[in-house]
């Protein structure tokens, strides 16, 4: 089946560090790609989105790059904060002008050391 | 400016109720989506409504239905509950065409 799936579970680093969140997908027909974080009690919060012809797109503190060939996303966090420990979910669409159906991948829970 | 918001935050409810969860839109936005996310997974699709109709449906029985009003606001509906429809209930709010989806805190229904 189509999925959209995480490298990693869950994700230890020291405030400070930069963090890099993985995600796989696996529906080639998708060419919309949203990260989202989450925190304990909170619902999604938007972080940043790419379309699918692009490889990459910056923000403040945060950059996702989508490589198409091998259906690969990450998130790069940099300088993370304790504030940035959250649930952080990929997701995926197709035919992002109508549709808002996003499919979903477990999510990669982050923990800031302080 | 108020975001997504989404009443009541909590509910329980026994197995066989029925429960209707509401949904204020962020201003601006026309379309509504409802997502159903189960304890430590990612959200589910259950549908999408724009101009007062149903436009996408996930993978959800009949049971769930819903409505959206005149003014963009929206509800979802459950009936006949069963314990597995224990989960955080979601709505988000978008302009239809190339946006992303702004999300609420959620409802958390429990089925007892």
């Known amino acids: 089946g189509e999925s959209v799936g995480l490298h990693l579970p869950t994700l230890s680093v020291q405030e400070g560090d930069n963090s890099i969140i993985n995600c796989a997908y696996s529906n080639s027909a998708s060419d919309y790609f949203i990260w989202y974080k989450q925190e304990s009690g909170k619902g999604p919060q938007f972080i940043i989105d790419?379309?699918?012809n692009m490889d990459k797109r910056q923000g403040q503190r945060v950059t996702v790059l989508l490589n198409k060939t091998v259906k690969h996303l990450s998130l790069q966090i940099a300088a993370t904060q304790p504030g940035d420990s959250a649930v952080y979910f990929c997701a995926e669409n197709m035919d992002a002008g109508n549709n808002r159906k996003l499919i979903w991948g477990l999510g990669t829970s982050l923990a800031v050391n302080p | 400016d108020a975001g997504v918001t989404q009443s009541p935050t909590h509910l329980i409810k026994t197995r066989g109720q029925q429960v209707t969860l509401r949904c204020s839109p962020k201003s601006g936005h026309d379309t509504v989506s409802w997502y159903q996310q189960a304890l430590g997974q990612g959200p589910q699709f259950i549908f999408q409504y724009y101009e007062e109709e149903e436009r996408q449906r996930g993978n959800f029985p009949d049971r769930f239905s819903g409505h959206q009003f005149p003014n963009y606001s929206s509800e979802l509906n459950v009936n006949a509950l069963l314990l597995g429809d224990s989960a955080l209930y979601l709505c988000?709010?978008?302009?239809?065409?190339?946006?992303?989806?702004?999300f609420g805190n959620g409802t958390r229904l429990t089925v007892t």
């Open positions: 988000a709010s978008s302009p239809l065409h190339n946006s992303p989806l702004h």
């Open positions: 790419i379309r699918s």
